[in-house]
T-cell receptor, first 109, second 116 residues
Framework: KNQVEQSPQSLIILEGKNCTLQCNYTVSPFSNLRWYKQDTGRGPVSLTI?????NTKSNGRYTATLDADTKQSSLHITASQLSDSASYIC????????FGAGTRLTVKP | DAGVIQSPRHEVTEMGQEVTLRCKPI?????LFWYRQTMMRGLELLIY????????DSGMPEDRFSAKMPNASFSTLKIQPSEPRDSAVYFC??????????????FGDGTRLSIL
């Protein structure tokens, strides 16, 4: 069983709407949890990095939250834009890296 | 800032051939990573170098895969002999710190490898 589970697998929303992506993990303890955005045909780009002790981290319209008690993280995207269409990958690091399978987000006009 | 540069962007070759993928990390970064991404398995870390020294190669699938980092500005990932199941996108990334630190990793745009 993968130690990092992301949901939903895919999501379609209308431009301007908000959305929330989920990442549940069993890795414990961990040094940090990262969210990446990956455009089609490109490499992943780092959005946020949170340590075990942080609850929230923002990067523009992207806000990541972390609940270490429930072992859940979420990535909230505000006022979505067409350029937000991409895959979003959650990665949990301790002495190795555990990758989620990603959520494929499509933003439609 | 040129970013991480990978070459070639695309490679198509026949089974059994040797394949060499190349990576130039961001200047000043002391950690370099090779990843593989497929639809079935997602993103996987193959090997991680720090200060040109391989630190963790536990993700290298088998002896057909080898990676080198002869200097701070260049790394190669070699597959010999290649097999169809090696078809994937291979990413190189670099970071100004160690693998599991709180510094971001910067990815190249990958090499799309197809083994026929």
């Amino acid at each position: 069983k993968n130690q990092v589970e992301q949901s939903p697998q895919s999501l379609i929303i209308l431009e301007g709407k908000n959305c929330t992506l989920q990442c549940n993990y069993t890795v414990s303890p961990f040094s940090n949890l990262r969210w990446y955005k990956q455009d089609t045909g490109r490499g992943p780009v780092s959005l946020t990095i949170m340590t075990f002790s942080e609850n929230t981290k923002s990067n523009g319209r992207y806000t990541a939250t972390l609940d270490a008690d429930t072992k859940q993280s979420s990535l909230h995207i505000t006022a979505s834009q067409l350029s937000d269409s991409a895959s979003y990958i959650c990665v949990v690091s301790n002495n190795d890296m555990r990758f989620g399978a990603g959520t494929r987000l499509t933003v439609k006009p | 800032d040129a970013g991480v540069i990978q070459s070639p962007r695309h490679e198509v070759t026949e089974m059994g051939q040797e394949v060499t993928l190349r990576c130039k990390p961001i200047s000043g970064h002391n950690s370099l990573f090779w990843y593989r991404q497929t639809m079935m398995r997602g993103l996987e870390l193959l090997i991680y170098f720090n200060n040109n020294v391989p630190i963790d190669d536990s993700g290298m699938p088998e002896d057909r895969f080898s990676a080198k980092m002869p200097n701070a500005s260049f790394s190669t990932l070699k597959i010999q002999p290649s097999e169809p199941r090696d078809s994937a996108v291979y990413f190189c990334a670099s970071s100004p710190s160690t693998a599991y630190s709180n510094q971001p990793q910067h990815f190249g745009d990958g090499t799309r490898l197809s083994i026929l």
